[in-house]
């Protein structure tokens, strides 16, 4: 099939960023990525993934570890893994 469609869209340099470094760590040029993700759409018949509105406990969650409000980090799963078996 000819690639001869053209996609303009314009999003946030930062989303951009991150998107295409996610890319890149996949293998996939953005190219590649928009074309997986059309795929996707047309063997769904509709978007590829449930679209929802977080609930307030799930709102609450993302806004503590946005800020880093009683996130606990480790330095490796095993860590994580060694902490939960002791609890």
């Keep these: 099939m000819a690639k001869t469609g053209t996609i303009r869209a ?3 340099p930062e989303l951009k960023e991150e998107a295409e470094r996610i890319f890149e760590t996949l293998g996939l040029s953005p190219t590649e990525a928009i074309t997986v993700f059309y795929k996707q759409v047309t063997l ?5 993934f449930a679209l929802k509105v ?21 330095a490796s799963a095993a860590e994580l893994i060694a902490e939960a078996d002791d609890a």
């Design 10 to 12: 314009r999003v946030a």
């Design 54 to 74: 977080p609930n307030a406990e799930t709102r609450a969650a993302i806004a503590d570890a946005e800020t880093g409000h009683d996130v606990t980090r480790h």
């Design 44 to 48: 769904h018949h509709g978007l590829p």
